[in-house]
């Protein structure tokens, strides 16, 4: 739930407890405000670090059992973008959902300009209401600029980076599905990128394994469930590969976006192809560019 101050002044004078998790800068400016303007004073201070230094400080884990009554409020009060979702996850092992309150800036579903991030965070979203499980995976990593936010969403999940690292193959483009025009250009290009480059955009770097070279050669040996897949080659066979690869290892509930479905022939012709054969619908994400199909819940 987004954070309003109103609601929360009302909730404490109500008899709520305000638990302020971490307790950096924003949580004691918060505090400043709740005290001294409102006099509210049932106020709990949370942080896994600075509770070692002083006792009025608790961990988190702390509130393991406690009985949360709708007017118990817990703040994430945090302005870190990367770090965020890591810690409202933490939280959410001990505290219920309806009780935790994000601070508006922080969510990325709420303030990403880019709208495939505003779109995967969504869905993140929705894979951890649902407990959907496995890792996350991208085809098609070229710097990391999405991959890092993936890496971010999914703080827990290992996240899998298929890429050559080394741009396009000649093998890789199907004459009869990708267009020449669109392609023709496509052999020299994207090579200037490294696994060193994409990883020092990584928050979460203990979590990323990097499976180099060429799907569907790569996919081989993975044994592995996935809850989110973004499939971003640009060409037909490598994403057709992907789909059907992916779409079996793919968690009820998981989901696989499809970039440049609007944009690239072979894209295109992967996704109508492969759902026809499985007879499954995709939809348009609001980048207006690509889809995303959706598995199933049994
Ligand atoms: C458009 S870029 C990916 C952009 C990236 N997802 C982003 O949002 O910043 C496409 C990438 O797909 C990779 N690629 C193309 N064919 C591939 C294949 N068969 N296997 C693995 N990677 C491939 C290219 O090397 C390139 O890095």
């Known amino acids: ?173 199907v004459e009869k599905f990708d267009n020449k025009d669109e392609t023709a250009g496509f052999i020299n290009r994207l090579k200037d990128t490294s696994v060193e480059e994409v990883m020092k955009k990584m928050t979460f770097p203990n979590q990323v394994i990097v499976k180099k070279g060429y799907i569907p050669e790569t996919l081989k040996d993975v044994n592995e469930t996935f809850a989110f897949v973004n499939l971003d080659m640009d060409l037909y066979l490598p994403i057709y590969e992907g789909l059907n690869f992916f779409w079996e290892k793919l968690s009820s509930g998981g989901y696989i976006f499809i970039h440049d479905f609007y944009v690239y022939a072979g894209a295109e012709k992967a996704v109508v192809q492969f759902c026809k054969e499985k007879k499954l619908g995709y939809i348009g994400l609001c980048d207006r560019c690509s889809v995303a199909i959706v598995k199933p819940i049994d």
């Open 1 to 173: 739930m987004v954070f309003q101050m109103d609601q929360i002044i009302m909730k404490a004078q109500g008899g709520g407890r305000i638990y302020l998790y971490p307790y950096g800068t924003i949580a004691m400016q918060i505090e400043e405000i709740l005290t001294r303007r409102y006099g509210i004073t049932n106020i709990i201070r949370i942080d896994n670090d600075l509770c070692k230094y002083n006792k009025e400080i608790i961990p988190i884990h702390e509130l393991s059992g406690l009985i949360w009554n709708e007017k118990d409020v817990v703040l994430i009060a945090s302005n870190n973008e990367k770090y965020f979702r890591d810690i409202r996850l933490t939280a959410r092992k001990y505290v219920p959902e309806e009780n935790i309150y994000d601070m508006l800036s922080d969510n990325p579903k709420l303030f990403a300009s880019d709208l495939r991030i505003v779109s995967l965070a969504m869905v993140a979203d929705e894979i951890y209401k649902k407990n959907i499980s496995g890792a996350v995976a991208e085809a098609g990593v070229y710097k990391g600029d999405f991959a890092q936010h993936i890496n971010m969403i999914f703080p827990d999940r290992r996240l899998y980076l298929f890429d050559s690292f080394e741009g396009f193959r000649k093998e890789s483009v």
